[in-house]
């Protein structure tokens, strides 16, 4: 199996104009756009969004996510709580929904986008079909996993009867979304291409010569 | 060229055609900005936990009897009606006898958590001072709080079972009232100063000694400036008859303390510039206003005077009079031997208050009582010396109660005064009573001298008179009778057929009789079951507020 990279060729991502490129890095003679083989400093890129999403997964489940006020107090709800609090009232499905939506998936993400990470990282050639299909499906549930946001935007949307009750986003809705948005980048900045390279490793090495060379 | 490579098919070599790229220098490795983005995450997720660490406020655990209203995660700690903390945890204490909350305040309020700090649990009360804790019939119990003033830190405390009437926040002044019994006061009872409510009754305890209570009574500013150290309180529940040798009285500070009781205060002499007294200065509180307002008996001096008349009537407490100045009172009355005279007397003793006697003299002149004064003898002689006796008199011929004047007697029979007796006798004169028995004499003496034999001949000479009389008169009723008598008859006789139906109507089984008996016998049995719920009542009195409790089978 031959890749672009092995026959030293890029194709322009404005353009499409295919060209030689020796050296791995250059512009398109047509339109100028810059060229590379794979996308620059993606692992590097992907690891950085995917770090500031951990980080701040942590305050998104630990903060109020909703602060609800009412004739009976303020309240303020967690992910977590909420989900608790659906559950005890009985509401099983939509705290399944929520759990899965808030908790589970942005975690599940985030551990996929590790798992390529850390298999691209060191070059293993397991399962690369699977991993390739698990990378398409990060890339697809990525906007959906906002969930809470929208839960939460339009529960303030309509309920505004300030005297009675009012509802405001916690810290921790800037956080979720940050989360949401940081793993979509992460996912965006991975380059699914690094995922076969590893299986080219002969053609690599002389391309590595080759490149020497210059 | 290019268009051909899109649709020629390529020669031998097609990659010879393709076009060469614009070469860039290689790039040396720089420093990926990338890594700024988990910098600033790390930097707003530390910030965060940071704040979040700041701005969480103390914990502290409140024990409680019972957790009623109490609810992890609803229940909040207000301060003037500031939410500052919320309940986060309810259990029971190990022994399982105490409640014990955790509660998380809010940042800042370190300060508060003193030693003195007290919480309570606010929830709708009804109580004598009016019903409070409306609001939280909609917004559930909350724990009050009222900050203290120590500067002891404190993070565990206990309860209290009683919301406090007064907040430390609020001004005024609170003194300590000894007293033997409680009478109808409770926490939340009023204080009145010249009828006015200034204040109000905020705890009370029985003494260590489980003789007399001590109270706290909170008076508000700016009425606390009223209270000296010579301030008099007494009980001012309910009404207070009096009937003593000064009258028949009845007094009553307002309408509230009759049903709820309260305490008034005053001083006892109005025209006394005294400071305002300190914070927890303790008074005794008085039974009564009178009780109240006679006794400086720190300065009281002792006396005892010799009566020959009865004493019946004197009672212990009866005023000691100068001239309608109540100058003392009769503090005990008992019976001793005289071995000289080997006869039995009756010492009466009574206190004397100078100051109320120095009071009403002039200035330079000194008191005729004044203990320890140089002329205090002196003076005192002199009195004496010009017939200056005790007597005593009817204060209320009604209730036959005596009291004992202090007056000059010119006439009375020299004697003097011994210093050394304890205590010193005050020379007495026969009382009111003795004038009245010689009037009594003289009257008698009087009623004596009527000619009271010349009085029944007259009368016998009238009663002859009177016999001539009557004879004419009888002739005259002779000669009515006959016309009258047949009128008579008939009258009478009617009279009699009345009588019968009368009786006729109201013999035995007669029918007015059997509605009568059952009529009387439905009264009967009114006032039995009236009888019954009365005696119900007294047993049960909550069924009138919860009704009838449900047998127990
Ligand atoms: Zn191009």
Not at chain 2, 144 to 165: M, N, R, Y
Not at chain 2, 191 to 201: A, D, F
Not at chain 2, 500 to 518: E, I, K, R
Request: proline share 6%.
């Amino acid at each position: 199996m031959s890749t672009a990279r092995q026959y030293r060729l890029a194709s322009c991502h404005d353009c499409g104009l295919l060209s030689k490129l020796p050296s791995g890095h250059g512009h398109c003679p047509r339109c100028g756009a810059a060229l590379h083989f794979r996308k620059p400093n993606s692992m590097a890129k992907t690891w950085a969004y995917l770090i500031a999403a951990i980080i701040l997964y942590i305050p998104a489940n630990v903060l109020p996510m909703m602060i609800t006020g009412s004739i009976v107090g303020v309240q303020s709800d967690t992910i977590l709580s909420g989900v608790v609090y659906l559950w005890v009232s009985g509401e099983w499905p939509l705290a399944a929904l929520v759990f899965f939506a808030s908790i589970m998936v942005p975690m599940l993400k985030m551990i996929a986008i590790l798992l390529l990470l850390i298999t691209c990282g060191r070059r293993s050639n397991w399962q690369p079909q699977q991993r390739t299909k698990l990378y398409r499906l990060v890339e697809f549930v990525g906007r959906w996993s906002m969930l809470d946001i929208y839960v939460v935007t339009i529960l303030a949307a309509l309920v505004q009867v300030q005297s009675l009750a009012s509802i405001a986003a916690g810290p921790a809705a800037v956080a979720f979304a940050a989360v949401v948005v940081l793993t979509m980048l992460s996912a965006m900045s991975f380059d699914p291409r690094l995922i076969w390279d590893p299986l080219d490793k002969e053609q690599e090495a002389s391309g590595e010569t080759h490149d020497a060379k210059h | 060229m290019t268009q051909s490579t899109d649709t020629a098919p390529l020669g031998p070599d097609p990659l010879d055609r393709l076009p060469e790229a614009k070469e860039d220098p290689p790039k040396k490795r720089t420093l990926q900005l990338v890594w700024i983005i988990p910098i600033v995450a790390a930097l707003i997720g530390g910030w965060l936990a940071v704040k979040a660490v700041l701005d969480r406020g103390p914990e502290i655990t409140i024990t409680f009897r019972t957790a009623e209203g109490i609810e992890a995660g609803k229940t909040k700690l207000k301060y003037k009606d500031v939410d500052i903390g919320l309940v986060k945890s309810v259990a029971l204490s190990p022994d399982r006898k105490y409640v014990i909350a955790k509660a998380e305040l809010a940042k800042d309020t370190g300060n508060m958590l003193v030693k003195d700090t007290r919480f309570w649990i606010v929830s709708p009360r009804v109580g004598v001072g009016g019903i409070s804790g409306l609001d939280t019939l909609l917004s559930g119990a909350y724990i009050g709080v009222d900050i203290g003033k120590s500067q002891e830190k404190q993070h565990s405390f206990t309860a209290l079972e009683v919301p406090p009437i007064i907040t430390s926040g609020l001004p005024g002044r609170q003194f300590v009232l000894n007293t033997k019994e409680i009478g109808s006061l409770d926490v939340g009872s009023p204080i009145y100063y010249r009828r006015i409510l200034v204040g109000q009754v905020i705890g009370y305890q029985l003494n260590p000694n489980g003789k007399g209570v001590t109270m706290k009574a909170f008076v508000n500013a700016p009425y606390e400036k009223y209270v000296t150290p010579n301030t008099r309180f007494w009980q001012a529940s309910g009404l207070d008859v009096s009937l003593d040798a000064n009258g028949f009285r009845v007094r009553t500070e307002s309408l509230a303390s009759i049903v709820a009781g309260g305490i008034a205060f005053q001083e006892p002499d109005d025209s006394s510039q005294l400071a305002p007294a300190p914070e927890n200065t303790a008074f005794r509180l008085f039974s009564d206003r009178v009780l109240a307002m006679k006794t400086p008996e720190a300065d009281a001096e002792a006396f005892l005077m010799y009566f020959q008349e009865s004493l019946r009537g004197l009672s212990v407490g009866a005023p000691i009079d100068f001239r309608g100045i109540i100058v003392g009172e009769v503090k005990s009355i008992n019976l001793e031997y005289d071995p000289k005279a080997k006869n039995l007397r009756f010492p009466v003793e009574v206190l004397i208050y100078p100051s109320r006697l120095k009071a009403r003299y002039r200035k330079g002149a000194s008191a005729p009582m004044e203990a320890g004064d140089p002329n205090h003898h002196k003076v005192m002689n002199a009195l004496i010396e010009h017939g200056f006796r005790a007597q005593m008199r009817t204060g209320n011929l009604l209730t036959g109660q005596l009291y004992i004047a202090l007056d000059f007697f010119p006439n009375a029979t020299k004697t003097k005064m011994n210093w050394n007796d304890s205590p010193v006798v005050i020379p007495t004169t026969p009382g009111s009573f003795g004038d009245m028995q010689n009037a009594a004499a003289s009257i008698l003496k009087k009623v004596d001298n009527i000619p009271f034999e010349g009085i029944s001949q007259d009368l016998r000479k009238a009663l002859q008179n009177l016999d001539g009389t009557i004879d004419r008169a009888n002739k005259l009723v002779e000669r009515l009778d006959g016309d009258v008598a047949t009128e008579a008859a008939r009258t009478l006789s009617q009279a009699k057929a009345t009588l019968a139906t009368a009786q006729q109507v109201m013999a035995d089984g007669s029918p007015l009789q059997q509605n009568m008996g059952n009529t009387l016998k439905e009264v009967s049995r009114a006032a039995e079951s009236l009888r019954n719920l009365t005696d119900y009542l007294e047993r049960h009195p909550e069924s009138l507020l919860r009704g009838k409790p449900e047998e127990k089978p």
